[in-house]
């Protein structure tokens, strides 16, 4: 019983590199989320889907881009990595939008140079 | 703007000593109030969702509680295992349906 997995785990990557991290979830979920998690600070949203073919931004969406073309994977691109991004990246799923809880990935730690 | 508040930031218990975790919240029309377990390396497991004031949930020793301000995370003679960094989040009304996360509680059990 998967749930949500994301890869890479690990990465680490100089500034000004592309990368994409993966997101799938076998829940049915139709909503998908990112987020960044960095010290002394909350969880915060980078972008989120309420379905295959939507996205919508978040709370710091500047520098990523996302993707949802099949309902189970929600994908999260940096198309020019900048130190400020390194941070731990969760992605979660739900059931639906609002009060039902969502459920995280293990996150991929990500480090730019 | 909605804020959800985690106090204290470190806990160290021994094992077998019961104590509470806070989260104070100002979310515009409060329709959920989640707790969530975070172990080192690992992402938020689920734990619980408080809809309204005066509701309680349990499991195993721990014991969530939801007023009008403020939600508590009480343990009950807790254990090593029990040690993690708990968070808590908030979700507004609709129109307002993401979540806001407090910066967790990071609680250590002494054997």
């Known amino acids: 019983n998967a749930g949500v997995t994301q890869t890479p785990k690990f990465r680490v990557l100089k500034t000004g590199q592309s990368m994409t991290l993966l997101c799938a979830q076998d829940m049915n979920h139709e909503y998908m989320y990112w987020y960044r998690q960095d010290p002394g600070m909350g969880l915060r949203l980078i972008h989120y889907?309420?379905?295959?073919?939507?996205?919508a931004k978040g709370e710091v969406p500047d520098g990523y881009n996302v993707s949802r073309l099949k309902k189970q994977n929600f994908l999260l691109g940096l198309e020019s990595a900048a130190p400020s991004q390194t941070s731990v990246y969760f992605c979660?799923?739900?059931?639906?939008?609002?009060?039902?809880?969502?459920?995280f990935g293990d996150g991929t730690r990500l480090s730019i140079l | 703007e909605d804020q959800v508040t985690q106090s204290p930031e470190a806990l160290r218990l021994q094992e077998g000593e019961s104590s509470s975790l806070n989260c104070s919240y100002t979310v515009s029309g409060l329709r959920g109030l989640f707790w969530y377990r975070q172990d080192p390396g690992k992402g938020p497991e689920f734990l619980f969702t408080l809809y309204s004031a005066g509701e309680e949930k349990e499991k195993e020793r721990l014991k969530a509680t939801l007023t009008k301000k403020e939600s508590f995370l009480h343990i009950t003679a807790p254990k090593p295992e029990d040690s993690a960094t708990y968070l808590c989040a908030g979700v507004g009304d609709f129109g307002n349906e993401k979540l806001t996360f407090g910066t967790g509680t990071r609680l250590t059990i002494i054997p």
């Open positions: 979660a799923s739900s059931y639906l939008l609002g009060n039902q809880p969502q459920h």
């Open positions: 889907s309420v379905g295959e073919g939507t996205t």
